[in-house]
Every structure is written in C-alpha cells, then in structure tokens.
C-alpha cells in the first residue's frame, strides 16, 4: 500500500509554513511520500528530508513541475480534499481498500479539472478551514487511527507525559 499527497501550486512567501505542516502531517499520520508543484522551495525539501533523518522512516519530499503530469502518470486512485466534496465518511470503507492512493490538496484556486481528475472529492467538513486540518482528518480516518508512533530508523523519540516535553536519542 502506497499513500502519496498532492500538494498544488506551493508559493514560497505565503504558503511556506503551510506546506510544511502539511508534510509533516503527511509523515506523522503515515503517508510514504509528499510532491508539491507551484514553486520549487530548496528549503521546504530540506527541512523535510531532516526531519525524516532525525525522526525516522522512510517519507520522501518531491516536486513536480506540472500538476496534470503527475495526476496522469499516477498509477492507482485518486481522492481530492475539498469542502465542497462529498463527506469522508460515505467513502472511507471504500477508500481503505485501495492499494495506492494519492491525496490532493489545494493551495492556491484549485483548478476545475482536478475535480474531474479526482476518483473522489471528499470533505472532512462543510465550513472553511485549512488543508492541514483536511489531511489531517483524512487519514486518521484513513488509517483508523493506527498511525506509527516510533519510526524504524529513528534518532529521537519522544516520551508522552501528561505535562511538560520529553524527547530521547535513541542509541
């Protein structure tokens, strides 16, 4: 099973913290893999990649130049978060089932044709809010809360508590 998100048109000045929440969204709840079209960002790709090294697995960060090349080559299925979409919950058990999946999610106006693209338009809910929290619900739904805790590889790990931060190397 491979999960791939799709992030459209990245700017470097407005969408840059964005775009990385939306990574490390990706990461944390289990996603292999993050490509971003709009503007190449060096440092979002860096960063990614060293919070993959120092925090284990094996996510990948990309760019693509065109967004209509990616969703053509794409070998699997399709699911737009969106808030006009339909809800996640009438297509989950569907969606489980697939074998690779790529999520979009929109930065700039998305344009009409992804939801042409798209196998599913989805919403997590009917108001505004943010791609980051779209994602977010998406595959904890996705993956039925079972997401990794610690990932193989890892050089940190942190230690839940009630109150105050913890984080241990890991030998």
């Known amino acids: 099973m491979s999960v791939t998100v799709l992030r459209l048109g990245h700017r470097i000045f407005?969408?840059?913290?964005?775009?990385?929440?939306?990574c490390l969204v990706a990461r944390a709840f289990?996603?292999?893999?993050?490509?971003?079209?709009?503007?190449?960002?060096?440092?979002?790709?860096?960063?990614?990649?060293s919070t993959?090294?120092?925090?284990?697995?094996?996510f990948r960060i990309g760019y693509a130049d065109d967004w209509k090349t990616v969703l053509k080559e794409w070998k699997g299925k399709m699911v737009h978060l969106t808030v006009y979409g339909i809800p996640v919950v009438k297509e989950i058990g569907t969606i489980r089932k697939q074998k690779n999946l790529l999520i979009i999610i929109g930065g700039e106006k998305v344009?009409?044709?992804?939801?042409?693209?798209?196998?599913?338009?989805?919403?997590?809910?009917s108001q505004p809010h943010s791609e980051v929290a779209a994602l977010a619900v998406f595959l904890?739904?996705?993956f039925e809360g079972r997401w990794p805790g610690t990932f193989k590889g890892a050089k940190l790990k942190i230690v839940p508590q009630e109150r105050g931060k913890k984080v241990e190397k890991i030998k």
């Open 14 to 22: 407005r969408d840059q913290r964005i775009t990385a929440h939306c």
């Open 30 to 49: 289990g996603a292999d893999s993050f490509v971003y079209t709009g503007q190449k960002d060096g440092n979002l790709e860096k960063t990614v990649s």
């Open 52 to 58: 993959a090294e120092r925090w284990g697995g094996r």
């Open 111 to 125: 344009p009409s044709e992804i939801y042409q693209f798209a196998d599913w338009n989805l919403s997590v809910t």
């Open 140 to 142: 904890d739904r996705y």
